[in-house]
């Protein structure tokens, strides 16, 4: 067996938000076209935002400005995952 040497955690890291954001574009592409940020969708007046980052339950969703994830959201709430 061959060992490879050890990259850093950051490098690991940015391989598995690479591939999170690699699934999320192939699956919603729309979501691309929301604000990246919250102060950019408060300038831009939306409602949502999609940071591209998974929630701290691993939801990789768009967030609204009072219900937060909405991965959560519909967890919650019991609602049909229609994502």
Given at each position: ?83
């Amino acid at each position: 067996m061959k060992h490879t040497p050890f990259l850093g955690w950051d490098h690991y890291a940015q391989l598995e938000a690479d591939r999170v954001n690699a699934a999320t574009e192939a699956r919603h592409p729309e979501w691309l076209g929301l604000p990246k940020s919250r102060p950019q969708a408060v300038d831009q007046g939306k409602k949502v935002y999609f940071t591209g980052q998974p929630c701290k339950h691993g939801h990789v969703t768009p967030r609204g400005m009072r219900k937060g994830c909405l991965g959560c959201y519909i967890q919650r709430h019991g609602l049909s995952d229609a994502l």
